[in-house]
């Protein structure tokens, strides 16, 4: 029987509250606002069992498929849903649509078979008892890839799983107790890593309201009570990230990185700097130099090297910049990403 994922709207609503009474340094940037405004309205109209197939909730950080067609998403959307209404269109687009989404299946296949091809062997080694589940939220990006699993799993999880390989590669972490992420999306990265991790490892999450609200949900439905919300720790003046000796995941909202305590072990953020604008980001580097021992490690990826037209968003050169305490080495893997490693 697949697990479930519940829904939390007391979290939602305190999450939400909290937000409007913190600094704009904690609020979404330019970038990220529409998506949030979209998706805090959409979590409370739609399943959250259906957030990977859903992209009013999930476009932008999970891996949805299709063409968002509800007319609730934007203007752009609410023309279509009018021409949609018109006789012989609607059932032309929906005929695209699905051939879309029968491409969108077919590539994230291929990509699958060419992270097996790439890592396959490497991947296996790292996660000897196989992948966890991957395919909760009604994911449908899925390949098969049998040197790693005997059932098809999410692409984005292969793509995360191949990820850890090559960091590990290059920024090892020798002892992992604690891991601290921010924009961690719906928490796939984190899930992986607690996968097989030593039985006292402390994961601290840290998002906005509506990512770090869909985290918690859908990492309560694979961990339980491991699993500690913003309702938890939201009185809380000082939260403590050392390893207290057992398996904890801690969500939090981006106000309460100001206050964490202790050191951090491995530090990974990917693509959201790119999001945020630079003073936000400096705002971050500020707060995890508090955090930061000798030998803490970093991973950091970067998908934007230019302005954006519409928000400001913080470049490679300003994220380095904002972490200057630490000796950062900068590998571009492909043309897309650039990664950071310290």
Same mark, same amino acid.
């Given at each position: 029987?697949?697990?479930?994922?519940?829904?939390?709207?007391?979290?939602?609503?305190?999450?939400?509250?909290?937000?409007?009474?913190?600094?704009?340094?904690?609020?979404?940037?330019?970038?990220?606002?529409?998506?949030?405004?979209?998706?805090?309205?959409?979590?409370?109209?739609?399943?959250?069992?259906?957030?990977?197939?859903?992209?009013?909730?999930?476009?932008?950080?999970?891996?949805?498929?299709?063409?968002?067609?509800?007319?609730?998403?934007?203007?752009?959307?609410?023309? =279509?849903?009018?021409?949609?209404?018109?006789?012989?269109?609607?059932?032309?687009?929906?005929?695209?649509?699905?051939?879309?989404?029968?491409?969108?299946?077919?590539?994230?296949?291929?990509?699958?078979?060419?992270?097996?091809?790439?890592?396959?062997?490497?991947?296996?080694?790292?996660?000897?008892?196989?992948?966890?589940?991957?395919?909760?939220?009604?994911?449908?990006?899925?390949?098969?890839?049998?040197?790693?699993?005997?059932?098809?799993?999410?692409?984005?999880?292969?793509?995360?799983?191949?990820?850890?390989?090559?960091?590990?590669?290059?920024?090892?972490?020798?002892?992992?107790?604690?891991?601290?992420?921010?924009?961690?999306?719906?928490?796939?990265?984190?899930?992986?890593?607690?996968?097989?991790?030593?039985?006292?490892?402390?994961?601290?999450?840290?998002?906005?309201?509506?990512?770090?609200?869909?985290?918690?949900?859908?990492?309560?439905?694979?961990?339980?009570? @491991?699993?500690?919300?913003?309702?938890?720790?939201?009185?809380?003046?000082?939260?403590?990230?050392?390893?207290?000796?057992?398996?904890?995941?801690?969500?939090?909202?981006?106000?309460?990185?100001?206050?964490?305590?202790?050191?951090?072990?491995?530090?990974?953020?990917?693509?959201?700097?790119?999001?945020?604008?630079?003073?936000?980001?400096?705002?971050?580097?500020?707060?995890?130099?508090?955090?930061?021992?000798?030998?803490?490690?970093?991973?950091?990826?970067?998908?934007?090297?230019?302005?954006?037209?519409?928000?400001?968003?913080? =470049?490679?050169?300003?994220?380095?910049? @904002?972490?200057?305490? =630490?000796?950062?080495?900068?590998?571009?893997?492909?043309?897309?990403?650039?990664?950071?490693?310290?």
């Amino acid at each position: 029987m697949p697990k479930k994922i519940k829904a939390d709207f007391e979290l939602l609503d305190a999450l939400e509250h909290d937000s409007k009474n913190v600094a704009d340094i904690y609020r979404p940037g330019p970038y990220w606002q529409p998506y949030e405004t979209r998706m805090l309205r959409a979590l409370r109209e739609h399943d959250i069992n259906s957030f990977r197939n859903n992209p009013l909730i999930g476009k932008g950080f999970a891996d949805t498929i299709g063409i968002p067609f509800d007319k609730n998403f934007n203007w752009k959307a609410r023309v =279509l849903h009018v021409l949609f209404q018109l006789p012989g269109i609607g059932s032309h687009i929906t005929q695209l649509r699905e051939q879309n989404i029968n491409a969108y299946k077919q590539v994230s296949n291929l990509n699958g078979k060419l992270i097996e091809a790439r890592n396959g062997e490497a991947i296996a080694s790292r996660f000897p008892n196989g992948l966890p589940e991957t395919t909760i939220g009604s994911a449908r990006s899925l390949a098969a890839v049998p040197s790693i699993s005997d059932v098809e799993v999410a692409t984005l999880y292969l793509t995360m799983a191949e990820r850890i390989v090559e960091w590990e590669a290059v920024a090892p972490c020798k002892s992992l107790r604690n891991y601290l992420e921010i924009g961690g999306g719906f928490g796939a990265f984190a899930h992986l890593l607690a996968h097989g991790a030593p039985s006292n490892l402390t994961i601290v999450l840290v998002d906005i309201p509506s990512t770090i609200y869909v985290a918690t949900q859908y990492l309560k439905a694979h961990f339980g009570g @491991a699993v500690k919300s913003y309702l938890e720790t939201r009185h809380m003046t000082d939260i403590d990230i050392s390893s207290d000796g057992s398996f904890r995941i801690l969500c939090l909202a981006p106000w309460q990185i100001e206050t964490l305590s202790g050191k951090i072990d491995l530090f990974h953020n990917s693509s959201s700097f790119s999001e945020m604008t630079p003073e936000i980001v400096q705002n971050y580097a500020k707060k995890l130099q508090k955090l930061h021992k000798e030998d803490s490690r970093y991973w950091i990826q970067l998908n934007k090297f230019q302005l954006n037209e519409n928000a400001r968003v913080c =470049l490679p050169d300003e994220v380095i910049k @904002a972490f200057d305490y =630490l000796d950062l080495t900068s590998v571009q893997p492909d043309a897309a990403t650039i990664r950071l490693f310290a």
